[in-house]
């Protein structure tokens, strides 16, 4: 594996979540018609990255840094999306926080310390992968089921499941 993959991967998966609670305020903004103000703040916090990034790495040479650019980025670009849902749709920011943040930060917490965990006391072998792999995916499973959904999108998903079964039979 090369030498940065590893922690590259792990910012861009950080950037990843962030940009997956973004999501719900683009289609909101869209629906609102108001776009200009939206767009022309989000375009030029989209773009920054690359002038900072370049910037940064004439000044120190660390590549990890380009990620951490992006994801600070995407973070503020988050906020500013927010700031300006609350006055496009009047978007409440505790509401938004105890329904979005506060379920990722939990399945989060819950579950990141076991595959660390895990590949400390495992080996570095194939079949040690596809375990934590198996092991961290029932986990999270689990944890966004308990602790993500609430209570009408565990009942959907139990329907849904139900209906399959069912359909199977």
């Not at 903004?29 to 776009?35: C, E, I, K, S, Y």
């Not at 596809?130 to 209570?151: H, K």
């Amino acid at each position: 594996v090369p030498e940065h993959t590893v922690t590259f991967l792990r910012i861009i998966l950080m950037v990843c979540m962030v940009n997956a609670m973004a999501n719900s305020s683009i289609v909101a903004a869209g629906a609102t018609g108001r776009l200009k103000k939206y767009t022309i703040i989000n375009a030029t916090f989209c773009l920054s990255p690359l002038p900072l990034s370049y910037v940064v790495l004439k000044l120190v040479q660390i590549p990890e840094l380009v990620f951490v650019i992006l994801l600070v980025v995407e973070i503020m670009t988050l906020a500013s999306r927010l700031i300006l849902m609350r006055s496009m749709i009047g978007l409440s920011m505790n509401g938004y926080a105890k329904a979005v943040f506060l379920p990722n930060f939990l399945v989060v917490a819950s579950t990141a310390w076991l595959p660390i965990c895990l590949h400390a006391v495992l080996k570095d072998k194939f079949v040690d992968t596809v375990t934590i792999c198996l092991i961290s995916f029932l986990a999270v499973g689990t944890s966004i089921y308990l602790l993500g959904l609430n209570t009408s999108e565990r009942q959907l998903v139990n329907k849904l499941i139900k209906n399959k079964i069912l359909k199977k039979q």
